[in-house]
């Protein structure tokens, strides 16, 4: 299948590459279907783009390839809501806001997007977690 984006140009994905977030996204909330493509140029980064909204994108990454002692527990309600059976269906994803200065490149460790890779079900949630900031540098 392809999608255009108005930023990123013509996409090919598979329907495996669609992730569903039953609750939108805080501040895309109408938003419900995305798709996560590799940035294989710019690993290890990946592209959640709006299947229905060709100007919305978002830059993730895992935050493990960047901090070893990220920990997250995840509520009952977010496992229930993602149908998780086992921790190797879950795959967590922090945004990333980038900046011309590398160095002020930073990633959200405090609302990680949490997806469900057999069912492809996604959600942000927000950690209770003072240790987590919202703009945590990379580097």
Not at 47 to 59: C, F, H, M, N, T
Not at 86 to 101: A, F, G, H, K, R
Request: proline share 4%.
């Amino acid at each position: 299948m392809k999608f255009i984006s108005k930023v990123h140009g013509e996409m090919k994905y598979e329907e495996n590459d669609i992730v569903t977030f039953n609750k939108g996204i805080p501040g895309f909330n109408d938003l419900k279907k995305f798709i996560l493509l590799d940035l294989d140029e710019y690993e290890p980064f990946k592209l959640l783009q709006s299947l229905e909204d060709d100007e919305i994108s978002l830059i993730l990454t895992s935050p493990y390839e960047f901090f070893n002692d990220y920990e997250i527990k995840l509520s009952e309600d977010t496992i229930e809501n993602l149908e998780i059976q086992s921790s190797e269906q879950v795959m967590i994803l922090t945004t990333v806001t980038l900046n011309s200065d590398v160095k002020k490149i930073t990633t959200n460790l405090q609302g990680p997007i949490v997806i469900n890779t057999s069912n492809n079900i996604g959600e942000q949630i927000i950690l209770d977690n003072a240790k987590y900031k919202v703009k945590s540098p990379l580097i």
